[in-house]
């Protein structure tokens, strides 16, 4: 027997008080047709595969709940229908890609990528049964753009369909992209979680495994949390690395579009001005119970260094870790698939103890929600368009500001972080170009005058 056996005495150990399980946020994680959120979700453009994998034949696609089947046709066209052929139910997984559309394996039957029947080739041409089915059905189909090496697809009412949202992430001078996915085999809240998470990158990516990232990583920031245009959520952290002051900013754009700083570009111990994200993201659900990352690794001089522009580089930016490993590594160095995945297929989100680190996290959360059921009263939920492209605000800056010791440093730090922020927000009206420079130079500014800057000017 030993020591640590409870007494009858002991009454703190509370698991049988707790052995109900609690439940989800419903709300948010159910994405299904004619659900709620579902139906909110489809208001948007979503990346759905990778250019380069779809090759001569059909595949398979599982987005918000939905059965698809893409394809590409006249070689560099694409469609995304319906899995089942409106004749009897065959898959069009087995269909042939041909240069006006896919052919149904069964009966031969020929969609455009719009939908249309184009051919019942069984049927005498002019007979009417034929004529009538032809005129009055359609296979299901939406539509679909392919961008930089991503297929996007909307699967929201014909009759609303968003401009496709160009972000200044697109169109950053010397950068090279590399599309990559990375699937979870969860809900996509508790992954999209994360980027409202600065706090997890201190301890699961840096004091729990081993610093995944860097060693600046492990110190623990002065966080902030700011809101803008109803849709876009940041997150800074601000840490001293020896004589500078390091400002890392997440940002998620609703419904899940998502960039960070660096991955391995920025470290805190060198001088670095309005870094960009490594990785310009999706978090899209595949159903209630997985979900793909899609995105581009960003390589360059303002983006993470060419050496990760592999697939394995890109599973390091995404979370830490490759994908594909032992179980026992996964134990000993935990990345964000284990953490969110660790969670359930769904989390029981009502089981959560929510902190005010955890204060990006409710905002994002909360405001989903309402726009959730003002679209149920009728209302669109806000794009993602603001002038010529949408700015955004993922970054790092490293500036060279020693510690006053006659002062607070957190302080100092928290200070420093709510300025470069303001220096983001100050530059709206500018093209990309000429807001880069902008806020370039006022963080310039910022390290050479302090908190006083501008004072001399
Ligand atoms: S089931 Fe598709 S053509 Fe008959
Ligand atoms: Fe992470």
Not at 210 to 232: D, I, K, P, T
Request: proline residues 7%; contains cysteine.
């Amino acid at each position: 027997m030993t020591d640590t056996a409870p007494s009858a005495s002991q009454t703190t150990f509370s698991g049988y008080h707790q052995s109900q399980p609690a439940g989800a946020d419903e709300e948010l994680a159910r994405i299904g047709p004619t659900t709620p959120g579902g139906e909110y979700m489809r208001r948007f453009w979503h990346p759905v595969f990778i250019t380069e994998e779809l090759g001569e034949l059909p595949s398979l696609v599982r987005v918000l709940g939905e059965d698809l089947v893409l394809f590409r046709y006249a070689g560099d066209k694409f469609g995304l229908v319906h899995k089942h052929c409106p004749h009897r139910r065959a898959s069009l997984e087995y269909g042939k890609c041909e240069p006006r559309g896919i052919r149904c394996c069964y009966h031969g039957w020929l969609f455009a990528a719009d939908g249309e029947i184009l051919e019942t080739p069984g049927e005498a041409r002019d007979a009417e049964p034929a004529a009538k089915v032809r005129a009055r059905t359609r296979l299901g189909a939406y539509p679909v753009i392919e961008f930089n090496g991503l297929i996007f697809a909307y699967l929201g009412p014909p009759d609303a369909i968003p401009e496709f949202p160009i972000y200044d992430a697109f169109k950053i001078p010397g950068i090279t992209i590399r599309p990559y996915k990375a699937p979870y085999r969860c809900n996509w809240v508790q992954v999209l979680d994360a980027i409202m998470d600065p706090v997890h990158t201190s301890f699961l990516h840096s004091q729990i495994s081993h610093a995944q990232f860097s060693e600046g990583m492990g110190e623990l920031g002065e966080l902030g949390f700011y809101e803008r245009h109803e849709n876009h959520f940041l997150g800074s952290s601000t840490r001293r690395v020896g004589d500078n002051v390091w400002v890392r900013v997440n940002e998620l754009i609703l419904p899940n579009f998502t960039q960070a700083g660096a991955a391995f570009a920025a470290d805190g111990t060198a001088s670095r001005y309005f870094g960009r994200s490594a990785f310009t993201r999706w978090v899209v659900p595949v159903d209630d119970e997985n979900s793909i990352a899609f995105g581009w690794g960003n390589f360059g001089e303002r983006g993470d260094p060419h050496e990760y522009n592999t697939k394995e580089g890109c599973e390091l930016i995404e979370q830490g870790e490759i994908l594909d490993r032992p179980d026992e590594e996964r134990q000993r160095n935990p990345a964000d698939s284990e953490a969110v995945e660790g969670m359930g297929a769904i989390s029981t989100h009502m089981g959560e103890n929510l902190m005010p680190t955890d204060r990006g996290i409710s905002l994002y959360r909360r405001r989903i929600r309402r726009q959730i059921k003002e679209l149920a009263e009728g209302s669109e939920p806000p794009q993602p368009r603001k002038g010529p492209t949408v700015h955004t605000y993922g970054q790092d800056t490293v500036l060279n500001l020693p510690a006053d010791g006659a002062n607070d440093d957190r302080s100092f730090l928290r200070q420093v972080g709510e300025t470069v922020m303001e220096i983001e927000f100050e530059h709206e009206g500018l093209d990309d170009a000429a807001r880069d420079e902008a806020i370039i130079a006022k963080l310039r500014d910022l390290e050479t005058n302090g908190l006083n800057r501008g004072s001399t000017t």
